[in-house]
């Protein structure tokens, strides 16, 4: 069974820079886009930046130039390395991806992690 687990997050002083990790375990054949969500108390969760396998990006535009998306296709792991933070980036980040597990499986699933608080407060 395939699984996502993230780590790094927890309380960051305003202006902080934090990295979150994600690592993907289980049986994978191959995966395609990564990406990093939030979701704030009371506010629908969104899109904070995705990267393709072959490295393409894409950021939430409250996030461009302070939040980095990398990957690391031989340990199947996403990063996201943020600066800057402010006191509205406090959420619960997940981490999802869309996932092969096996050569036949045409189609991937995708799948999410169980989430890291991340509060931004001095």
């Known amino acids: 069974q395939e699984q996502l687990v993230e780590s790094g997050g927890g309380l960051v002083q305003p202006g902080g820079s934090p990295r979150l990790s994600c690592a993907a375990s289980?049986?994978?054949?191959?995966?395609?886009?990564m990406g990093w969500y939030r979701q704030a108390p009371g506010k629908q969760r969104e899109l904070v930046a995705g990267?393709?396998?072959?490295?393409?990006?894409n950021y939430a535009d409250s996030v461009k130039g302070r939040f980095t998306i990398s990957r690391d296709n031989v340990g199947n792991t996403v990063y996201l390395e943020m600066i800057s933070l402010k006191p509205e980036d406090t959420a619960v980040y997940y981490c999802n991806a869309d996932i092969r597990g096996h050569s036949y499986i045409r189609i991937p699933t995708t799948y999410w992690g169980q989430g890291t608080q991340v509060t931004v407060s001095s």
């Open positions: 289980g049986s994978i054949f191959s995966i395609n886009t």
């Open positions: 990267i393709t396998s072959g490295g393409s990006t």
